[in-house]
């Protein structure tokens, strides 16, 4: 996701950031109490991490807009989902309030497009497509700009998201695409309809094979600076959407991360939201980190 302020792209450090940032994480793990004792409390709390520099990216998603309550320290919520099991419920680790998107919500913008594109009984066009695989694969604002535009913005946002089983998702005002609310909860919904044919409802995902095909293909192949967030709780094989951003009023982060992994044989649906990270390699940290932790509690359950 992009700093709302107009900083230039900085792709080359975003790759040196998430290894150091992951490597942040795993010391930082190892000093927090037992994932039973935490989870217990109904938070994750963030750990000191390692600073790195933060990447950026310019588009309209968080333009000036103030934080309601700019917060002091930061928090997080985890949603695991065992695909091979028989719940549609995720466990849900701490408090499933609603987080600013960032970027994760490009995956949402792109399943209303397909979904509009069903509708009108056609395929997406080849400018669509070159729109949508640079907006997932490497979180392309511009192009999300225009795919979010089409799709009819906030509005259409929403209906898609209506027949997509999401309850607490609000499309972000005007072109502040990143400033969309939705909870870690929402977020497994939405993945249901990409990684089951079942979709959120179990009576069948609205996105047709091709549409969830598509989508999955493109967050198996995100850029390799951008694979970290809940793909460290997996092993080779995941599909994920990272997003990040800072407020500008209050200066903490935003930073989020969505996909599907493989532990054990198993496939999970694993969301983690967070804010008020004081610098971006602090939100990554506490992301993976409760990814881990999550994972690891869902997985003996």
Not at 28 to 43: I, P, Q, R
Not at 103 to 110: R, T, W
Not at 179 to 192: H, V, Y
Request: with cysteine; hydrophobic share 40%; charged share 20%.
């Amino acid at each position: 996701m992009s700093h709302p302020r107009s900083l230039p792209h900085a792709k080359t450090s975003v790759a040196s950031s998430g290894r150091r940032v992951s490597r942040a994480g795993a010391c930082a793990g190892a000093l927090l109490a037992s994932v039973t004792t935490l989870f217990s409390l109904g938070a994750l709390h963030a750990a000191p991490a390692v600073a790195a520099p933060a990447p950026a990216q310019q588009s309209h998603a968080a333009a000036a807009v103030p934080a309601a309550h700019p917060q002091s320290k930061a928090r997080v919520t985890a949603a695991v989902l065992n695909l091979d099991g028989a719940s549609r419920k995720p466990s849900l680790y701490g408090q499933d309030a609603p987080y600013d998107t960032a970027s994760i919500i490009k995956v949402d913008i792109l399943a209303a497009l397909l979904l509009q594109a069903q509708d009108a009984g056609r395929h997406l066009t080849a400018q669509e497509r070159g729109l949508a695989e640079p907006m997932i694969r490497k979180s392309d604002n511009a192009a999300a700009n225009a795919l979010w535009r089409e799709i009819g913005r906030a509005p259409g946002l929403d209906a898609a998201n209506k027949r997509l089983g999401l309850t607490s998702t609000k499309g972000g005002p005007d072109g502040r695409w990143g400033l969309t609310r939705t909870t870690a909860s929402d977020q497994i919904r939405l993945l249901l309809s990409v990684f089951d044919s079942a979709g959120a409802s179990g009576t069948g995902s609205p996105l047709n094979k091709e549409s969830r095909t598509y989508i999955r293909s493109l967050m198996n192949r995100v850029a390799s600076e951008q694979a970290w967030g809940v793909s460290v709780a997996s092993g080779a094989e995941y599909a994920l959407k990272n997003g990040w951003l800072q407020r500008t009023t209050s200066g903490l982060w935003d930073v989020n991360s969505v996909g599907r992994i493989t532990v054990g044989g198993h496939r999970y649906l694993v969301a983690v939201l967070s804010d008020g990270s004081a610098s971006m390699s602090d939100g990554v940290a506490l992301v993976e980190r409760a990814a881990r932790q999550a994972v690891s509690a869902a997985a003996r359950t």
